[in-house]
C-alpha cells in the first residue's frame, strides 16, 4: 500500500516543514504523505534530519514552517488529540523497572484514560500477540532485551492508536531476537490494521516495507517502494567480516565513501572489477567471510547519501518521558 485511497485522508501527512537550530538547517521544506495502514521507512545517515522530522510527528518538537497531521489532527494547534492516535516507541527504554509487565501496561493505559474494563481487554490481547502473557507478573527489569522492546511496542497501542512510530525498534538485539520483535510487528499490523512508521539502520529489515523514504540533508532524496528504488539506484556490493577490530578500522577508514556496518560485517558498493581486486589483494588473508551482493536496498542508500545506514539515533530518555507525561492529558 503507497497511499490512502481518494476518499480517505492519510494517516500522516508532513507539509512544507522546515527546522533550523541556530544556522543548522535540520530539515528543509519536506512534505509527504504516508498512506492508512501503510508499512513506511524512514532511512537517513546521522544528521540527515530524520530524528528532528519524528520529533516533530510526536510533538516533542514543533517546526519552524510547515504543519503536520496525524489522522488529520494537526501537531501544533491540536497535540492531543494527534497524540492519542500515535504510539511511540522511542530507541531509549522508558519501562519502569521497578513494575511487572503487567503493571507498565496498565500505568500506561490509566495515563491515556482507557476505560478500565477496556483496558484489561486490551492489555491481555496485547500481551497473547507479544508472547508475553506468562510474563505478565515479571519484573521489567528481569525481562530480556527482546522481551522489553516487546513490551514497550505493545505499551505503545494500550490507548489504542493506530499509527506506531518505531525509532530503531531493534537496536541493540541479536539477530534471532531482531527477527522475534519484527514477526510481532507483523503480526500487530494485521490484527489491528496500523500504519508502521519505522526507522533503523538494518536496511535489510524494511525490504518489505511499502514504500522507503530515505532523507538527507534536511531534504527528501528518493521515495519509492524498494524494488523501484533498487532498480534505480542500487549497486552491486561486497560483504565482508574482518578477522580482528583492528582489519574492520583499516577498512572504514581507507574506504570510508564506500562502506556500511552491518552488524559484523562491512558492506562495499562496487564501481567496478578493479576494486574488488585491489581490496582483496590488500586485505584477503584478513577476512573471515566474503560474500557478493547483487543490487540491494543498502547499495540504494549508499548511492544516494554516500554514507553508511548505520545509525546513532538521538531519543533521550527525557524526551520519550515528555511524550508520554503529555499523553496525560488526554481526555475520555
Known amino acids: 500500500m503507497s497511499a490512502s485511497p481518494p476518499d480517505m ?11 533550523r537550530y541556530g544556522r543548522t538547517v535540520a530539515l528543509d521544506d519536506v512534505s509527504l504523505e504516508i498512506g492508512d495502514g501503510e508499512f513506511f521507512a524512514l532511512l537517513g545517515p546521522n544528521g540527515a534530519g530524520k530524528t528532528t522530522l519524528l520529533h516533530i510527528l510526536c510533538t516533542i518538537l ?6 503536520v497531521t496525524v489522522r488529520g489532527a494537526d501537531v ?3 497535540a492531543r488529540r494527534a497524540r492519542q492516535n500515535l504510539g511511540v516507541v522511542f530507541q531509549e527504554s522508558s519501562l519502569d523497572d521497578r513494575l511487572t509487565v503487567y503493571e507498565n501496561l496498565e500505568f500506561h493505559g490509566l495515563v491515556y484514560g482507557v476505560p478500565a474494563a477496556i483496558r484489561r481487554e486490551r492489555i491481555a490481547q496485547l500481551l497473547d500477540i507479544v508472547e508475553l502473557t506468562e510474563r505478565r507478573d515479571t519484573v521489567a527489569r528481569a525481562l530480556s532485551s527482546g522481551m522489553r522492546r516487546r513490551l ?16 530503531e525498534p531493534t537496536v541493540g538485539l541479536d539477530a534471532q531476537s531482531r527477527g522475534t520483535v519484527w514477526r510481532h510487528i507483523e503480526r500487530l499490523r494485521a490484527e489491528r490494521e496500523l500504519t508502521i512508521i519505522v526507522t533503523t539502520h538494518y536496511v535489510e529489515e524494511v525490504e518489505g516495507a511499502d514504500r522507503v523514504c530515505i532523507i538527507d540533508h534536511g531534504k527528501i532524496g528518493a521515495l519509492d517502494t524498494p524494488a523501484n528504488l533498487k532498480a534505480q539506484y542500487g549497486s552491486e556490493s561486497l560483504r565482508l567480516v574482518p578477522r580482528d577490530e583492528a582489519t574492520r578500522n583499516e577498512l572504514l577508514a581507507q574506504f570510508a565513501d564506500r562502506a556500511s556496518e552491518r552488524g559484523e560485517a562491512l558492506v562495499f558498493t562496487v564501481p567496478d572489477t578493479a576494486f574488488v581486486d585491489a581490496l582483496l589483494g590488500q586485505y584477503g588473508t584478513r577476512l573471515r567471510e566474503l560474500s557478493y551482493e547483487h543490487s540491494s536496498l543498502e547499495g540504494a542508500f549508499l548511492a544516494l547519501t554516500g554514507r553508511g545506514a548505520k545509525d546513532q539515533l ?3 530518555r527525557e524526551r520519550t518521558l515528555a511524550f508520554a507525561r503529555q499523553g496525560g492529558e488526554h481526555t475520555r
Open 152 to 167: 514497550e511496542i505493545a505499551r505503545a497501542l494500550v490507548h489504542d492508536s493506530r499509527v506506531l512510530v518505531l525509532d
Open 9 to 19: 485522508p492519510p494517516a500522516v501527512e508532513f507539509t512544507g516543514i522546515s527546522k
Open 76 to 78: 501544533v494547534r491540536n
Open 314 to 316: 538521538a531519543g533521550p
Open 62 to 67: 514543533q517546526p519552524d514552517s510547515g504543519s
